[in-house]
């Protein structure tokens, strides 16, 4: 049987989960950089931008997975930071634009 179906198809799993959750949430928030200038409190919350990305990591995952794990890691990690990492610099571009008329 799949590590992955043993994971989501049980309590065991869903507590499993949490702590993947909670971690990753742990590492994105230690890597992540606070909103910088005088408009900072204008800027998305921290936390928010934190559980945003770890869940779409962790849906892609599990979409990733239930789809048996086709494409390769590699290519699964830069189509992740692709995504990430657009979404990311449009949401800065709109913020200085917004803010600092930049």
Same mark, same amino acid.
């Given at each position: ?8 198809? +049980? ?9 993947? =959750?909670?971690?990753?949430?742990? @590492? ?10 005088? +408009? ?14 770890? *869940? ?10 239930d789809d048996g794990a086709k ?5 699964? +990690? @830069?189509?992740f930071q692709h995504l990430t990492? *657009?979404?990311?610099? +449009?949401?800065?571009?709109?913020? =200085?634009? =917004?803010?600092?008329?930049?």
């Amino acid at each position: 049987m799949c590590l992955h179906w043993v994971l989501v198809g +049980n309590r065991g799993g869903a507590i499993a989960l949490g702590m993947v =959750r909670q971690t990753v949430c742990e @590492l994105v928030s230690g890597e992540l950089m606070a909103p910088a200038g005088k +408009n900072a409190k204008d800027a998305m919350p921290r936390e928010f931008i934190v559980q945003y990305l770890v *869940e779409v990591y962790i849906t892609m995952m599990n979409w990733w997975l239930d789809d048996g794990a086709k494409l390769a890691p590699q290519q699964i +990690n @830069l189509m992740f930071q692709h995504l990430t990492t *657009e979404g990311i610099a +449009n949401h800065l571009r709109w913020f =200085r634009r =917004r803010h600092c008329g930049t």
